[in-house]
């Protein structure tokens, strides 16, 4: 499936929009609510639609860089997330928000960085789809190891994994299978741009009023939040060019290891839980977005250097 190339920046706008509206008319947020858990499913299901007929049939291709993606996003990631938030954080509610996000696969934003010349969208691509199958374990697994007691019914997590990253999977290949998605494609764009304003609209008014009394666990969160993505892409690129690793690749490691899906993990918070422990996916998503763009202007610089050498 093609990309459009202006839909990097289209998400840009969209989620300062989001931000600004969830801020200024958080008046919204009821029916928001409402709609998140179906937009969500909707963004999952066209994002998935970029990966070719027959991409999950083949599994043996897939296996190293499946293991890859989710060794760097949840045994390096997820692990730093949770391990910090065990000794530093002290409300209940910002605890529980920041193991769902160590929970969540990496996100979906790291495919509008596949069409740059550094990337070997190949290899992100495998990483990627490892990482979300593995989610349909691990998800599961961490909220049995850390809130099966704070859920009154733990199997609704079960049930949501099922429909946020399970449903959108077998729709997506469905849409290729009968060659629908050639007909969400003239609409995706739009598509994805109303459901992405309400993902975050929804997130950023429910936690408008707590994030405007700053305490000192939103402090550590947004510094968690810092070294998970800016730090750890410091070191993830030290350690490849010690070792003498391609651009390419040393890219994919550092995609894999410092994004998460934010928006997947509010929108859980939400349905499952409240206000409070949506908050923390908000501030992840803040640095999620001017890490992106950050890397986005990085790549575009070195790809116009190489072309005037």
């Known amino acids: 499936m093609a990309f459009s190339a202006n839909l990097f920046y289209r998400s840009n706008l969209i989620f300062l929009l989001a931000l600004i509206c969830g801020i200024t008319l958080p008046q919204g947020f009821l029916i928001g609510r409402m709609l998140i858990f179906p937009a969500l499913i909707i963004i999952l299901t066209i994002t998935l639609l970029r990966f070719p007929r027959g991409f999950f049939r083949r599994p043996g291709p897939l296996l190293s860089a499946s293991i890859r993606g989710n060794i760097m996003n949840y045994l390096v990631l997820g692990n730093f997330i949770i391990l910090t938030s065990i000794f530093l954080i002290q409300k209940q509610e910002f605890w529980i928000g920041m193991v769902l996000i160590a929970a969540m696969p990496p996100s979906l934003d790291i495919i509008l960085l596949g069409n740059l010349s550094h990337i070997e969208k190949k290899s992100v691509f495998t990483s990627l789809a490892g990482a979300y199958l593995g989610a349909l374990l691990i998800i599961p697994l961490i909220g049995l190891g850390f809130l099966k007691y704070i859920i009154p019914n733990y ?47 929804t997130i950023t008014a429910s936690g408008r009023n707590i994030f405007m009394h700053w305490s000192s666990d939103l402090f550590v969160i947004a510094l968690i939040a810092f070294v998970s993505t800016f730090f750890f892409a410091f070191t993830i690129r030290k350690i490849g060019l010690y070792f003498h690793s391609n651009e390419s ?11 998460k899906d934010c928006g997947l993990a509010g929108g859980i918070a939400l349905i499952l839980f409240g206000r409070e422990v949506a908050l923390p996916s908000l501030i992840f998503a803040v640095f999620t977005f001017i890490h992106i763009n950050w890397l986005k202007y990085k790549l575009n610089l070195t790809n116009w250097k190489g072309d005037l050498l």
């Open 155 to 201: 199997w609704n997590i079960i049930v949501i994994v099922l429909g946020l990253i399970l449903l959108p999977l077998i729709l997506s290949r469905l849409a290729i299978d009968k060659e629908w998605d050639k007909i969400i494609e003239q609409y995706e764009e739009t598509i994805i741009d109303y459901c992405f304003f309400i993902v975050f609209y």
């Open 249 to 259: 690749k040393i890219t994919s490691f550092l995609l894999m290891g410092t994004m």
